[in-house]
């Protein structure tokens, strides 16, 4: 398995542009989510998605948009790139299975984002 | 969720156990103890978890105080490449939006 694969690994926009970071898992997870990181700091979640069709918001979803129309794939749309947005953006995958254990989060490499 | 409190950073030497400390006082009934670390720029990585007893596995200990208001994170023979910062996090079972602090700065020196 490639388990989460996140494209591009870098990428720099100029203010107003937009662009599509990609997410793919090869895990059949049902649980998606989407999360950003800024510099010494934590991670905040974004978007999720608990299955295909289904996406709700998290911590700081102002500026991005998501959707799943299928259970592989969980893209994240920035609309109108700001340079608040600079970023690494790290996509994570679970099961939605009962129990503890299911809930461990596979997360992909990142994406570096540089707004100008 | 409850909130979790980690000390911002901790030194350990080669070889020996590093112990991570996490407070979560206002933990529910059903809420987890995860632990996860970032190792420079990468992902973060699953570690452990418990609910109220100790757990092991191939990587680490968890020992959880018998009320649940703080845990312990031990790694037994740390190494350099367990130098990354390590993130304690309460969740429920169900969902998958986990909630992460700033979390301890773990450096091994040799």
């Known amino acids: 398995n490639a388990g989460v694969t996140q494209t591009p690994k870098f990428q720099v926009l100029k203010t107003g542009q937009s662009m599509t970071l990609q997410c793919a898992q090869d895990m059949n997870h049902e649980y998606m989510s989407w999360y950003r990181q800024d510099p010494g700091m934590g991670l905040r979640l974004i978007h999720y998605s608990v299955g295909a069709g289904i996406t709700d918001q998290g911590e700081v979803p102002n500026g991005y948009n998501v959707s799943r129309s299928t259970t592989e794939d969980f893209p994240l749309r920035l609309l109108s790139a700001a340079p608040s947005q600079t970023s690494v953006y790290f996509c994570?995958?679970?099961?939605?299975?009962?129990?503890?254990?299911?809930?461990?989060?596979?997360f992909g490499p990142g994406t570096r984002l540089t707004v100008l | 969720d409850a909130k979790t409190t980690q000390p911002p950073s901790m030194d350990c030497a080669e070889g020996r156990a590093a112990n991570l400390p996490c407070n979560h006082s206002t933990i529910s009934g059903n809420e987890y103890v995860y632990w996860y670390r970032q190792i420079h720029s990468q992902g973060p990585q699953y570690i452990i978890h418990g609910l109220k007893n100790n757990e092991t596995n191939e990587m680490a200990s968890l020992i959880i105080t018998e009320d649940r208001k703080s845990s312990t994170l031990i790694l037994p023979h740390a190494t350099l490449r367990d130098t990354a910062v390590y993130y304690c996090?309460?969740?429920?079972?169900?969902?998958?939006?986990?909630?992460f602090g700033e979390g301890t700065q773990l450096t091994v020196n040799p």
């Open positions: 996090i309460v969740q429920e079972t169900s969902g998958s939006r986990l909630t």
């Open positions: 994570a995958s679970s099961y939605s299975g009962g129990g503890a254990y299911y809930n461990e989060q596979f």
